[in-house]
């Protein structure tokens, strides 16, 4: 056996590896709406008055029960998880009588057993090198006509449909492009001109003067678009005109950021600056911002917050900048609200321009606590309590983002029933296999291995980095979006620039890390 398989097997049927129990040391039960699980779950059952014993039974794809009994109703399934063949499972906690026996129903859940890590050798070679995915990647972002249309017209593609989110995606072509004129030399020149063109657009639709919203570029926005083509791909924009999701005004600030250190034209510290302002003068006391908000009154429209440690990101950047300790402790704050709200309660809330927004527990993502995991390794490597929390965060992520083996047949998002592994999932609202979100959980992997040296989680990292170098076009070098359908052709129908960003992004500090590792 894979000695990296034979750890990961260890670790999956091992109650002291359970991804944040929730019922310890007071925590939350996070998983309310989970539905696949890799590691030993628990789950919050009530407690009925007078019963002191309780039956766990666990019918399996094959229709055999596993059982045990236990003082909780809240008990782990440690006893008999690694019984369980990967499938369905139907699991029901019955109240026991004096007699021994079984008496009323207490609850039930039914989910999916995932299959664990099982090892990089299951899967096929790589088909390339990860720096060579990555620069064929960032060449593809160049070439793509939508990318190249901003060079010729400085206007978006009218039938690009994702245009309609122009923080989003615009934000994506400025720092590619950035990336992109450090990687190839001979384009620098034009790859800047198309990213100071494609800057100057989303400055041209920014509110301005007295709207409350002054500085801020729109999340949504048809202009110059094509009705059609984009409802066709895009139809949550639609209802969502009038509104703005604060996240991604920051995710335009950093790219007015890095493309103001990359020209050197103030013009865009400028505009970043004036981002930032808006967001030191609405800060909440918990040191987030809510999340949505209506365009025309400048009032929020929802009481959800924003959980995004792109803003630790933005406010880091401009305090290098600036020096300015107002966006120092912008960023602190920012931070402490993400590890006093989010790591207690693992309300890991998934926060997108084209689903609703929801409930706790309801559309759990993994995108900031990967981002945590970052922060970590980076900055908190000697604090032990820090690193344990990283340990768990990763295994939270492992448990119902990442997919080794066959995916449950119950979860079809869409009509194609071909859906790739290894890979990473999005959201529960999306819980499709995305190629961003395996980049991203790649990365998270390789900072768990930088924080711990425990080659286990490299090993991990690799095997999902394979994966996005087969199913990476070998001409193009296009890395289809979603993971769908025989040879992802969905992900090539739905493309998202933005995706692909943060793919070849992230392939490139792996193939540096094991560069440096001397790792293949």
Request: glycine share 6%; proline share 6%; aromatic share 14%.
């Amino acid at each position: 056996m894979d000695k990296y398989r034979e750890q990961a097997l260890l670790e999956y049927n091992c109650e002291k590896t359970a991804a944040h129990p929730g019922g310890v040391d007071g925590r939350p039960f996070w998983n309310l709406n989970s539905s696949q699980f890799m590691f030993v779950p628990t789950f919050q059952f009530p407690r009925i008055p007078g019963i002191t014993e309780y039956l766990f039974t666990a019918e399996d794809k094959d229709g055999k029960n596993h059982s045990f009994k236990s003082d909780s109703p809240t008990a782990s399934l440690a006893p008999i998880w690694a019984d369980i063949p990967v499938g369905i499972v139907c699991l029901k906690v019955e109240s026991v009588g004096k007699d021994g026996e079984a008496k009323h129903l207490v609850g039930a859940r039914t989910f999916y057993k995932s299959a664990p890590f099982p090892g990089r050798s299951a899967f096929p070679p790589k088909a390339r090198s990860y720096r060579e995915c990555a620069l064929a990647a960032f060449r593809y972002i160049y070439n793509e006509p939508m990318v190249q249309h901003w060079l010729i017209n400085g206007t978006p593609m009218p039938d690009y449909p994702h245009n309609v989110y122009p923080s989003k995606t615009i934000d994506s072509v400025i720092r590619a492009m950035v990336h992109y004129a450090k990687l190839e030399p001979s384009e620098k020149e034009n790859a800047l001109k198309l990213a100071c063109r494609a800057a100057d657009y989303l400055l041209s639709i920014s509110f301005e003067g007295d709207h409350p919203l002054a500085g801020l570029p729109p999340t949504y926005s048809f202009k110059g678009l094509d009705a059609e083509a984009v409802n066709k791909v895009a139809p949550a924009a639609q209802s969502c005109v009038g509104t703005m999701m604060m996240i991604y005004p920051i995710s335009a600030g950093i790219a007015y950021l890095t493309l103001a250190e990359a020209t050197g034209d103030d013009k865009y510290l400028k505009a970043a600056l004036r981002i930032a302002e808006y967001y030191k003068a609405n800060v909440l006391p918990s040191g987030s911002w809510y999340l949505l908000y209506d365009c025309e009154s400048g009032k929020p429209l929802s009481g959800n917050v924003c959980v995004n440690f792109k803003f630790i990101d933005f406010f880091h950047m401009l305090y290098e900048k600036t020096n300015d300790e107002a966006w120092h402790d912008l960023e602190i704050g920012c931070y402490k609200y993400i590890v006093e709200t989010c790591l207690k309660n693992y309300n890991w809330e998934g926060q997108f321009e084209d689903v609703a927004v929801s409930g706790n527990y309801q559309n759990l993502t993994h995108f900031t606590a990967n981002n945590l995991i970052g922060y970590i390794s980076k900055n908190l490597s000697e604090d032990e309590k820090m690193k344990s929390e990283a340990q768990d965060l990763m295994r939270y992520v492992e448990d119902q983002f990442v997919v080794w083996g066959e995916h449950p047949d119950w979860n079809l998002n869409f009509k194609e029933e071909i859906r790739h592994y290894p890979a990473g999932l999005e959201q529960y609202f999306c819980y499709a296999p995305i190629d961003s979100s395996t980049t991203t959980i790649m990365g998270a992997f390789a900072n768990m291995y930088t924080l711990t040296k425990n080659r286990l989680y490299l090993e991990k990292a690799m095997a999902l980095a394979d994966a996005v170098t087969r199913n990476q076009d070998k001409k193009t070098g296009m890395i289809p979006t979603f993971w769908v359908g025989e040879n992802c052709e969905y992900g090539y129908e739905n493309f998202w620039i933005n995706c692909q960003l943060y793919s070849a992004t992230a392939m490139m500090e792996l193939a540096e890390l094991t560069e440096k590792e001397g790792i293949n």
